[in-house]
């Protein structure tokens, strides 16, 4: 049997197995399918711009050769099986799956599952291969494929790659595809060949037949001989940077935006308490002229988001008037009559402006977390100034807003509840990604964009459920005074079960250090209400399962990212909260506005005075008959 064809089926014997050996470790059943052997180079592997963000396990290989090999797959599917081996519940696995993030016992329970694969393939090459190979898990890391430098030895070296892949299913829960990739030489197999082109061999035959030979009589001339002077030292030309081509730049640039799109509904319909709908996404080149002659023509704000990092630039923000009107007052709370009326007036200014620029500061938010997450270069995005612009006024010579040039422009409807609103415009300039090919290049590919525009339905689910964002801390900022104006927030409601239940009424403390709870206890103690005290790693969702709750404390001695973590985890229980009052020291603005995102009835700031506590009190929960 050819060499080839014996790794195949050594390979394929062992993906085979995988499902059965996995699902032992688990206690679950799990599905393999779509088993395939392939040979591809490392730029190959990696040439998909959408790969997700992934798991890698080394493994190393021991015996008749030695080396390293690897594993690759979604690094949600690792959270997945971890979780699933560790019997974290759903709701923390579904979390950590979104999260994308592998991290302390996440990383030793996955290893545990890359232990199995890695003695998977073992016994399979112990069967069936008439050499001794081991394989043997070394490390769990997280790989950013859209960052990988493929001349570069990270996370492995340039070459090429024997590849067994299957897709694995737990649960009716697709965890994708599962890459177990190993260098030729390990198995025996030779280096993928380039194939001659016949304008190359033709270039050599040219640049052969080019060079001058010299004449009989020449050769027997003697050449003067001349003092020789050393040549003047020129300093090397620095390396020249190697820009990607048009195409691939754009491609990636597609997926980024794609995915920050999707992130931007999902925060901003948290910060705005329902859901925001994000759809019919294009991603296309343009021109100022173009721009505000096809796309958009209706008075607008713009809101300037300065570039910084590897690049330097300002992209911009385009949102018509009467959304912007929509969203900022759905945040502040205004009645809906208000903010109709706004809506039709244009009346864009004092609160409704200063909301729709959080909302703006969320947005850049997001932009600056999925490009430090899937672009190779480091940018950042802040939001700075608005201004009104009418469209119809504008002139594309002149160099107000911005200049005529080549630019980026991804767009997409936006919807919302009770509200007929439109697209939001997102423009860059075209050096800022790379995309600033020659004018025909560009021109060409402007054209084919306008024929081929990415448009996605991945955006019609609803997007308001709330979850921990970096770029919730990155993109708001103000000061301690805010929480005195916040306003009442009401968390977005979760599915209230069916069977009612059967404890006494209950009043709900959640704190990270018991003293901080003590003064909450002590007045709720004295004005009879039943009180339990819980820290944020307690079961909470099996309290809230036992007893009906009037109300909820969550105290955070230092206001900060657990404290958050554990409104998330109210969030996930499963039933309707009741009114939720934040407690901590030293707010911010970004910091209550984070509250409100995660359900926020109310804010305290502690030390709070006994009469401070009975004022949330009286004012939110209610007591029970």
Not at 152 to 162: E, H, I, K, L, V
């Amino acid at each position: 049997m050819k060499q080839r064809a014996l790794i195949d089926v050594v390979c394929k014997a062992g993906m085979q197995t995988l499902a059965g050996e996995i699902g032992a470790l688990l206690g679950q059943m799990l599905s393999c399918s779509d088993i395939k052997l392939r040979t591809c180079s490392k730029e190959q592997l990696f040439s998909n711009p959408a790969r997700e963000k992934t798991a890698l396990t080394r493994i190393s290989v021991s015996g008749d050769r030695e080396g390293n090999c690897f594993l690759l797959n979604r690094i949600s599917s690792a959270a997945v099986l971890a979780g699933t081996l560790i019997m974290l519940p759903e709701d923390m696995i579904e979390e950590n799956a979104k999260s994308g993030k592998l991290d302390g016992e996440l990383t030793d329970a996955f290893g545990e599952v890359a232990n199995i694969i890695a003695g998977v393939m073992t016994q399979a090459f112990v069967d069936k291969y008439s050499k001794t190979l081991r394989f043997v898990k070394k490390t769990v890391e997280e790989l950013i494929p859209t960052k990988i430098d493929m001349e570069s030895d990270a996370p492995f070296p340039p070459g090429d790659y024997y590849i067994a892949s299957c897709e694995l299913t737990i649960d009716e829960t697709d965890l994708g595809v599962f890459e177990f990739v190993v260098p030729l030489p390990i198995f025996d197999l030779e280096e993928i060949a380039p194939a001659p082109t016949e304008p190359a061999a033709q270039a050599e035959l040219h640049e052969a037949a080019s060079v001058p030979t010299a004449s009989p009589a020449a050769a027997a001339e003697p050449t003067a001989q001349t003092p020789s002077t050393p040549a003047p030292e020129t300093p090397p030309a620095p390396p020249a940077v190697k820009k990607p081509k048009f195409v691939d730049a754009k491609k990636l640039v597609d997926v980024v935006f794609n995915t920050t799109i999707g992130q931007i509904g999902e925060e901003i319909g948290a910060l705005l308490g329902q859901p925001l709908k994000c759809s019919d996404t294009q991603l296309v080149m343009t021109t100022k002229e173009e721009l505000f002659s096809t796309h958009c023509l209706e008075k607008s704000i713009l809101t300037q988001m300065k570039v910084s990092g590897e690049k330097q630039g300002a992209g911009y923000l385009l949102t018509q008037v009467p959304d912007a009107i929509a969203m900022g007052g759905t945040l502040i709370m205004l009645p809906d009559e208000q903010i109709a009326e706004q809506m039709g007036k244009g009346d864009f200014d004092g609160e409704v402006s200063d909301a729709y620029g959080e909302i703006a500061n969320i947005l850049a938010g997001s932009l600056t977390q999925v490009f430090l997450d899937r672009y190779p270069k480091q940018l950042r995005f802040v939001r700075t100034e608005s201004q009104t612009i009418v469209p119809t006024k504008i002139d594309p010579a002149s160099d107000e807003p911005f200049a005529e040039d080549n630019y980026y422009l991804a767009s997409f409807a936006i919807a919302m509840d009770g509200y007929e609103l439109h697209r939001l415009f997102l423009l860059f300039p075209a050096e800022v990604f790379d995309l600033d090919a020659p004018a025909e290049v560009t021109a060409e590919h402007t054209e084919q964009a306008g024929a081929t525009a990415v448009s996605t339905a991945s955006t019609t689910e609803n997007w308001g459920e709330p979850e921990a964002t970096k770029s919730a801390v990155q993109s708001a900022k103000g000061d301690a005074s805010a929480a005195a104006s916040v306003k009442s927030a009401a968390a977005p409601a979760a599915a209230t079960p069916d069977t009612a239940p059967a404890g006494p009424p209950i009043v709900l403390i959640l704190s990270d250090q018991q003293n901080a709870a003590e003064p909450f206890v002590e007045l709720l103690s004295s004005a009879s209400y039943d009180c339990r005290v819980l820290s944020f790693q307690d079961d909470i969702k099996g309290l809230l399962q036992q007893h009906p709750v009037l109300g909820i404390f969550l105290i955070m001695a230092q206001v900060g990212e657990k404290g958050f973590a554990a409104a998330i985890k109210l969030q996930s229980a499963g039933r309707a909260l009741p009114p939720l009052i934040f407690a901590g020291d030293q707010w911010t603005r970004s910091a209550v506005l984070r509250a409100v995102k995660y359900g926020a009835k109310d804010i305290l700031v502690i030390p709070a005075s006994t009469d401070e506590i009975q004022d949330k009190v009286t004012q939110h929960f209610q007591k029970a008959s």
